[in-house]
């Protein structure tokens, strides 16, 4: 069976359990399958883990796309706009009736998206491998949910 996985890191070096779940399930199903790995890889060094996963698994066809710089949220906004978001903050609360501490919700402070776009030149590797012809397309973790709709 020709498996295509999407996956938005590269399962090597093993520093997380994703990354070794991944290893793992490769290198003891590359002997069964045809499996295609396409991950983006945003610097050199990613380019050379990905030749380290390459020696790692050699039957599995590892496709590292670089993609330059990673789409990032900013994290600090400018003065103005700072000031900005704490005059309104102070104005919401002065102007919302009080609610009683323990009937407040904490809000998370670090809110996670995974629905960022897929750099376009990701997506072109996964279409020439999908043309190339695959009987299972996988797509790994949150972060490829996108692709659902392709």
């Avoid at 997506?123 to 190339?132: G, H, P, R, W």
């Amino acid at each position: 069976m020709r498996i295509l996985i999407a996956s938005p890191y590269l399962p090597w070096p093993l520093t997380t359990g994703g990354s070794a779940a991944q290893f793992s399930t490769l290198k003891c199903l590359e002997k069964d399958h045809q499996f295609t790995l396409v991950c983006p890889v945003f610097s050199n060094d990613g380019v050379a883990n990905a030749a380290e996963l390459q020696a790692q698994l050699p039957l599995v066809k590892i496709r590292a796309v670089f993609c330059g710089q990673p789409v990032t949220v900013p994290v600090k906004a400018s003065l103005m706009v700072s000031i900005a978001r704490r005059v309104v903050r102070h104005g919401r609360q002065w102007l919302t009736p009080s609610v009683p501490k323990n009937a407040e919700l904490d809000e998370p402070k670090n809110v996670y998206y995974p629905f960022l776009p897929l750099p376009p030149k990701y997506i072109d590797v996964l279409q020439d491998e999908i043309l190339k012809g695959v009987d299972l397309c996988q797509a790994e973790f949150a972060e490829m949910l996108p692709l659902g709709a392709w």
